[in-house]
């Protein structure tokens, strides 16, 4: 049963290596659909990792707010249940704004394994020097804890985020921020809220430029410090937790808002519609190279269909020696595969070359020289692979079928 | 009639608004050691009899027994595995497959096959080209042999895999005389020395002078069957 493979296998080599020309087009048109899909798929999902990565990155993994998805309850609503309750005219209570009971939060969120939340609380001042005003978010943090659950780090031009605990008053504000109003790093500013006075901020570090996640007008300060300038002691507004496992964010964050309250965001929430744009661009991307090998198997087909025409007495002659019908089939479906076979391996060393050239390119990207993030996964090889034998097999099956059709007697009787 | 190949009342018409009969009728048997002449004018369907026979084709009458099996009710397959195993072919145009060279072309049926190894199927292809006396062609590809080395080729391939029964369709139709001769002398030798059965459709008188039987034919019947053996006794009384 081998032998007879590998014994119709030989049949077939020769019938290509007879029309080297054909075969060598055959072969390039799925060498560059095969390269070609490399490269391209390189591009798109390096990238896409890359800005998945970042939207993972940039920001907490899951973010509890002060807010709720619905107001609480009246207490009539809430003793009585499912009752005829009807309520009107009451007065809703002002409730305190912040994260009651948030100490409790953060144990559960460093309960999980490999999750670490941060406590932080947000609000605005104004920051003054000389004529300027300026609105701030500052974000009150611990540093210590936060530098370990964001990349804000990274995010830094001059200075560190732990320099907050060094230096009485410091404040960590944006390049363009700075560049407005005239301070750098080691100046006084004067920041101040509506409840407090001014009180004296001293500038220890810098954002980078063009950062949209800190836009141009947030600032870092310390958790007490923010605590104290907002007039609200052992109040925080907001727990940005990390995880080991960016995926499981959706499910920890629908777990604590279940048992808190209190919102939970989760990172696929903050960007969904960031993520299903990345299902579109999948979309389009597959559809393209799919239209690609299709192409390249229309050059198999041709090969084939070719090949069976021009092979006709030799059909007929291999049918009298007392080759099957099957046979026949067989040897003309090996070409095909043998020429998707061949188109396979040198489109994947196109798409290596391709995606070399591509990783070697440096663009300049907001005054820094980066590179294209590439994904060479095994896994982009095995998908061109695959759909290529798929495509290879079926443009030869087609012409194939006909070669099994030819009747010997019709062939031998045209030649006498 | 006692035969390797017995055909019984066959027939073959193609279908059509207005059906084309080839072959009807006919009554024969093909004998083993025995070399049979199927003569008649152009168009009388000796070649149409002979694909019949050669399970080419399939008739559309009568029975066809080959050992004393009825072939009509095979499949597709079965019948390309009783043309593999039991029957070789030469044909007038020699059919050779261009790609391979006269020892790989010889060693075809028998990979194809697939019951000797590699080093005896090659031993064997060589021992039947040293046969038909074409030691040293044994690499050439067909378009560098001659007419007359080419068609030894596909005697040589006929009997690749041992055949009982080798058919030929004018074998010698495309040969000068020297190698029409040489051709038609081999045939005669696989017959009597041999043993085989040998059945050829012919136009040359001379063959059908030196056949064993003649098997005439007209307007797709058998007219006459003439055995010219020594016995004289008359075949189909």
Same mark, same amino acid.
């Given at each position: 049963?081998?032998?007879?493979?590998?014994?119709?296998?030989?049949?077939?080599?020769?019938?290509?290596?007879?029309?080297?020309?054909?075969?060598?087009?055959?072969?390039?048109?799925?060498?560059?659909?095969?390269?070609?899909?490399?490269?391209?798929?390189?591009?798109?999902?390096?990238?896409?990792?890359?800005?998945?990565?970042?939207?993972?990155?940039?920001?907490?993994?899951?973010?509890?707010?002060?807010?709720?998805?619905?107001?609480?309850?009246?207490?009539?609503?809430?003793?009585?249940?499912?009752?005829?309750?009807?309520?009107?005219?009451?007065?809703?209570?002002?409730?305190?704004?912040?994260?009651?009971?948030?100490?409790?939060?953060?144990?559960?969120?460093?309960?999980?394994?490999?999750?670490?939340?941060?406590?932080?609380?947000?609000?605005?001042?104004?920051?003054?020097?000389?004529?300027?005003?300026?609105?701030?978010?500052?974000?009150?943090?611990?540093?210590?804890?936060?530098?370990?659950?964001?990349?804000?780090?990274?995010?830094?031009?001059?200075?560190?985020?732990?320099?907050?605990?060094?230096?009485?008053?410091?404040?960590?504000?944006?390049?363009?921020?700075?560049?407005?109003?005239?301070?750098?790093?080691?100046?006084?500013?004067?920041?101040?809220?509506?409840?407090?006075?001014?009180?004296?901020?001293?500038?220890?570090?810098?954002?980078?430029?063009?950062?949209?996640?800190?836009?141009?007008?947030?600032?870092?300060?310390?958790?007490?410090?923010?605590?104290?300038?907002?007039?609200?002691?052992?109040?925080?507004?907001?727990?940005?937790?990390?995880?080991?496992?960016?995926?499981?964010?959706?499910?920890?964050?629908?777990?604590?808002?279940?048992?808190?309250?209190?919102?939970?965001?989760?990172?696929?929430?903050?960007?969904?519609?960031?993520?299903?744009? $990345?299902?579109?661009?999948? +979309? *389009?991307?597959?559809? =393209?190279?799919? /239209? %690609?090998?299709? @192409? &390249?198997?229309?050059?198999?087909?041709?090969?084939?269909?070719?090949?069976?025409?021009?092979?006709?007495?030799?059909?007929?002659?291999?049918?009298?020696?007392?080759?099957?019908?099957?046979? $026949?089939?067989?040897?003309? +479906? *090996?070409?095909?595969? =043998?020429?998707? /076979? %061949?188109?396979? @391996? &040198?489109?994947?060393?196109?798409?290596?070359?391709?995606?070399?050239?591509?990783?070697?390119?440096?663009?300049?990207?907001?005054?820094?020289?980066?590179?294209?993030?590439?994904?060479?996964?095994?896994?982009?090889?095995?998908?061109?692979?695959?759909?290529?034998?798929? /495509?290879?097999?079926?443009? &030869?099956?087609?012409?194939?079928?006909?070669?099994?059709?030819?009747?010997?007697?019709?062939?031998?009787?045209?030649?006498? | 009639?006692?035969?390797?190949?017995?055909?019984?009342?066959?027939?073959?018409?193609?279908?059509?608004?207005?059906?084309?009969?080839?072959?009807?009728?006919?009554?024969?048997?093909?004998?083993?050691?025995?070399?049979?002449?199927?003569?008649?004018?152009?168009?009388?369907?000796?070649?149409?009899?002979?694909?019949?026979?050669?399970?080419?084709?399939?008739?559309?009458?009568?029975?066809?027994?080959?050992?004393?099996?009825?072939?009509?009710?095979?499949?597709?397959?079965?019948?390309?595995?009783?043309?593999?195993?039991?029957?070789?072919?030469?044909?007038?145009?020699?059919?050779?497959?261009?790609?391979?060279?006269?020892?790989?072309?010889?060693?075809?049926?028998?990979?194809?096959?697939?019951?000797?190894?590699?080093?005896?199927?090659?031993?064997?292809?060589?021992?039947?080209?040293?046969?038909?006396?074409?030691?040293?062609?044994?690499?050439?590809?067909?378009?560098?042999?001659?007419?007359?080395?080419?068609?030894?080729?596909?005697?040589?391939?006929?009997?690749?895999?041992?055949?009982?029964?080798?058919?030929?369709?004018?074998?010698?139709?495309?040969?000068?005389?020297?190698?029409?001769?040489?051709?038609?002398?081999?045939?005669?030798?696989?017959?009597?020395?041999?043993?085989?059965?040998?059945?050829?459709?012919?136009?040359?008188?001379?063959?059908?002078?030196?056949?064993?039987?003649?098997?005439?034919?007209?307007?797709?019947?058998?007219?006459?069957?003439?055995?010219?053996?020594?016995?004289?006794?008359?075949?189909?009384?």
């Amino acid at each position: 049963m081998i032998g007879r493979f590998v014994f119709l296998v030989s049949i077939a080599l020769r019938h290509l290596l007879r029309r080297r020309r054909q075969t060598v087009v055959a072969v390039s048109g799925v060498a560059v659909g095969v390269g070609f899909f490399l490269a391209v798929s390189a591009l798109m999902v390096g990238s896409q990792n890359d800005f998945v990565d970042q939207l993972i990155e940039s920001a907490p993994h899951i973010i509890v707010s002060d807010e709720l998805r619905s107001p609480s309850p009246q207490p009539g609503a809430r003793v009585f249940g499912d009752g005829a309750v009807d309520l009107h005219g009451y007065k809703v209570r002002t409730e305190v704004r912040g994260i009651k009971d948030w100490s409790a939060i953060v144990a559960a969120a460093d309960a999980i394994p490999g999750a670490l939340a941060s406590p932080s609380l947000t609000g605005g001042v104004t920051l003054r020097l000389g004529g300027h005003e300026e609105a701030l978010a500052i974000v009150g943090v611990e540093p210590e804890i936060e530098t370990q659950i964001s990349t804000i780090e990274d995010q830094l031009r001059v200075g560190r985020l732990r320099d907050l605990e060094k230096v009485q008053g410091g404040i960590i504000i944006g390049e363009e921020l700075a560049s407005r109003l005239g301070v750098n790093v080691g100046d006084i500013v004067a920041a101040s809220t509506s409840t407090s006075k001014a009180r004296s901020m001293r500038v220890v570090g810098l954002f980078k430029k063009g950062q949209a996640q800190l836009s141009s007008n947030s600032g870092y300060v310390l958790l007490r410090e923010a605590q104290s300038m907002l007039g609200r002691p052992f109040i925080i507004n907001r727990i940005g937790i990390h995880l080991s496992d960016p995926y499981a964010a959706e499910r920890v964050a629908a777990r604590l808002e279940q048992r808190f309250g209190y919102k939970a965001e989760s990172w696929q929430e903050r960007s969904s519609e960031f993520l299903s744009l $990345l299902v579109t661009r999948n +979309v *389009i991307m597959y559809s =393209v190279v799919s /239209a %690609i090998l299709l @192409v &390249a198997s229309f050059g198999i087909y041709t090969v084939v269909s070719n090949s069976v025409s021009d092979k006709q007495r030799d059909i007929a002659i291999m049918r009298s020696i007392g080759f099957s019908e099957r046979d $026949l089939q067989l040897i003309f +479906v *090996i070409e095909g595969i =043998v020429l998707a /076979a %061949i188109g396979v @391996v &040198a489109g994947w060393m196109l798409g290596y070359l391709l995606m070399e050239i591509l990783g070697s390119l440096r663009f300049p990207i907001a005054g820094e020289e980066e590179s294209i993030p590439l994904d060479r996964g095994p896994r982009q090889y095995a998908i061109a692979a695959g759909a290529s034998f798929l /495509a290879g097999v079926v443009a &030869a099956w087609l012409p194939a079928r006909k070669a099994s059709r030819v009747d010997p007697v019709d062939i031998l009787r045209g030649a006498v | 009639m006692t035969g390797i190949l017995e055909a019984r009342g066959l027939g073959r018409t193609l279908p059509g608004e207005r059906p084309i009969t080839l072959v009807k009728g006919v009554d024969l048997a093909i004998e083993p050691g025995c070399f049979t002449a199927i003569v008649g004018p152009s168009g009388c369907g000796k070649s149409s009899l002979l694909y019949l026979l050669g399970l080419l084709d399939r008739p559309t009458e009568g029975e066809l027994l080959f050992e004393g099996r009825e072939m009509s009710g095979l499949s597709g397959d079965e019948r390309a595995r009783v043309r593999l195993e039991r029957f070789g072919f030469v044909f007038q145009f020699h059919f050779l497959l261009p790609e391979f060279t006269a020892l790989e072309n010889v060693m075809i049926p028998m990979r194809r096959l697939g019951r000797l190894d590699g080093e005896e199927t090659k031993a064997r292809a060589l021992a039947l080209l040293a046969e038909m006396g074409l030691e040293g062609k044994e690499g050439k590809t067909p378009d560098k042999l001659s007419g007359g080395e080419r068609q030894r080729v596909a005697i040589a391939r006929a009997l690749a895999n041992d055949p009982v029964l080798i058919l030929g369709d004018e074998p010698t139709g495309n040969l000068d005389s020297h190698n029409s001769a040489r051709v038609v002398e081999t045939l005669l030798a696989l017959a009597h020395e041999e043993g085989r059965a040998i059945a050829c459709v012919t136009h040359d008188l001379d063959i059908a002078e030196r056949a064993d039987i003649r098997i005439e034919m007209l307007d797709g019947r058998v007219e006459r069957i003439v055995d010219n053996r020594d016995t004289g006794r008359a075949p189909n009384a």
